[in-house]
């Protein structure tokens, strides 16, 4: 943890793990705590992450955002394989759990707190720590589980009655639910603002009992990984400035359709692709 006297308030928090990620080239960086702050960094935000890795683990791509880190003997680790049927991702560590005493006191004001977990990694009461934040969630990490050949299964988020009352927005993935639909409306009638993004069909937001739709620009596909992530913190930020989700997706389906077109951590948007994307327009039939 850095030293509570020099810690600075920050506009944009994200708690969750930094991740390694296993790849035919070798490890990279990865998770959507990693992904969401390079994000709130190109939008010229101040940008806090509380993480749990190993104390070895220094990656160049996130200097210049400040980090608050609880020592672990691992790092989470992932391997993902895409098949013509659908991802097969295995956990290969776990890095150790999170709470409040882990956040700096002075970043528990931040306007954003973006909670991300990959591997259950946050209780489900933190969401109740932030009264004058704009709380998010992007909640894959609890329904995720797995076996003792550490392959990631799903599981139904039992959890969610104790989160999503209480936060102003939740974006998840229908990958995340395994297309489950009654799942996604029970999550809808619990959440002010559910999105669910849709790969390259885009997403849909459910708001005020209304659910619109928002088509992205065709793009070539290179590699989805942290897309949703990318969606994800786009979306907050545009809400806490605009107060229109209608609007917040629109600009993040962009944002996040861009973000296919690059291989891992480059998929994050530059400062001038953000300042493209406000003006750009794209269809959102309400269906």
């Not at 943890?1 to 944009?12: F, G, H, N, R, S």
């Not at 010229?44 to 160049?60: F, K």
């Not at 359709?257 to 891992?264: D, I, P």
């Amino acid at each position: 943890m850095p030293d509570l006297a020099t810690i600075e308030p920050v506009d944009y928090l994200i708690i969750g793990h930094i991740t390694q990620d296993v790849t035919p080239a070798g490890l990279s960086l990865g998770g959507t705590a990693s992904y969401a702050a390079l994000t709130a960094r190109a939008f010229g935000l101040r940008v806090g992450i509380v993480t749990s890795c190993s104390p070895d683990l220094q990656p160049p791509e996130l200097n210049g955002i400040a980090i608050a880190r609880k020592p672990s003997p691992f790092t989470s680790t992932f391997r993902n394989t895409y098949t013509p049927t659908g991802r097969i991702q295995h956990i290969l560590h776990v890095a150790d759990l999170l709470s409040l005493e882990d956040v700096p006191p002075a970043w528990r004001s931040a306007p954003i707190v973006h909670l991300g977990p990959l591997a259950n990694e946050i209780p489900a009461n933190l969401v109740r720590a932030f009264p004058r934040s704009l709380v998010g969630v992007t909640p894959q990490g609890w329904m995720r589980a797995w076996d003792g050949d550490h392959i990631v299964s799903y599981r139904y988020w039992v959890e969610s009655d104790q989160v999503l009352p209480h936060v102003q927005s939740c974006v998840m993935s229908v990958e995340d639910v395994r297309g489950d639909e009654e799942a996604i409306s029970h999550f809808a009638a619990l959440a002010p603002i559910l999105v669910v993004t849709e790969g390259a069909a885009g997403s849909r937001v459910y708001w005020n009992g209304d659910v619109r739709f928002f088509r992205p620009p065709l793009t070539q596909e290179v590699d989805p990984v942290g897309a949703g992530d990318v969606f994800a913190a786009s979306f907050f930020i545009k809400l806490l400035q605009t107060r229109d989700p209608w609007e917040a997706a629109r600009f993040a389906t962009l944002v996040g359709a861009n973000s296919v077109t690059r291989v891992g951590i480059l998929g994050v948007p530059t400062p001038s692709e953000l300042r493209a994307y406000s003006t750009q327009i794209i269809a959102h039939p309400k269906q």
